[in-house]
């Protein structure tokens, strides 16, 4: 659902530490701009440097992958990971998540999607800016197909316990299907291993995966 007035914001910094950094020559030519409801399979949400852009599109080489993110450092990387493996089925959209959906995907296109490692805004003060929310599932819910997935990690625990008090409110609309330890242990499973997992097992924290499948 798209509200009225609602502004396509985006919270933290978009460039690294260089100044005047732009997206690419390269980055440009695989990235969508323009609002023609374009057909996307695989939406890779905060897809950071591209390590699970990029084994995502290697897994799934019939699929359309598209990633979403506002790091333009990540979005370059992606773009020159791309033509190393001369990958074609990868492409970029620069913003926010909830524009790409209103303006870019079609209902019932979607087959999964990401959200790895999503931005836990740890303070208390700032857990409005965290994307997950009941909200956020009953929005992408139009733009999923039938037996979709949504697949969710963080090493965030005050994340992950509002995550999963989420999942119990929309146990109507999704169903969680990995309830074990085993199958919720990310460093046990064959998941991408993202900058942001290396980080989290360095930092002594042990990464928590959600699959979900709509109903």
């Known amino acids: ?33 323009k609002i023609d409801k374009s057909f996307f399979n695989i939406i890779d949400i905060g897809s950071g440097y591209g390590e699970s852009t990029i084994e995502i599109g290697k897994r799934n080489k019939d699929y359309k992958v598209i990633a979403c ?5 990540g979005i370059n990387n992606i773009a020159k990971q791309t033509q190393i493996e001369s990958m074609d089925n990868i492409f970029i959209f620069h ?4 524009q790409l959906l209103d303006e870019y995907c079609k209902e019932e296109s979607i087959s999964e999607i990401w959200i790895l490692f999503p931005d836990p805004w740890p303070k208390k003060r700032h857990f409005k800016r965290r994307l997950i ?6 929005k992408v819910k139009k733009f999923l197909k ?3 997935y949504i697949h969710i990690a963080s090493d965030s625990k005050s994340y992950i316990a509002e995550i999963l008090n989420c999942v119990f409110k929309i146990k109507n609309d999704y169903r969680w299907i990995n309830q074990s330890k085993h199958d919720w242990e990310y460093t046990k499973l064959s998941l991408p ?3 942001y997992f290396k980080k989290a097992l360095k930092n002594g924290a042990n990464p928590f995966y ?6």
């Open 193 to 195: 291993k993202t900058k």
């Open 210 to 215: 959600i699959k979900l499948v709509k109903l």
């Open 69 to 73: 993110e506002k790091y333009i450092d």
């Open 146 to 148: 039938n037996q979709s």
């Open 1 to 33: 659902m798209k509200i009225d007035n609602f502004s396509y914001r985006l919270f933290g910094r978009s460039k690294g530490r260089k100044k005047n950094t732009k997206i690419s020559e390269l980055a440009k030519k695989i990235q969508i701009i």
């Open 95 to 98: 913003g926010n998540v909830h």
């Open 133 to 138: 929310d009941v909200n956020f599932f009953l």
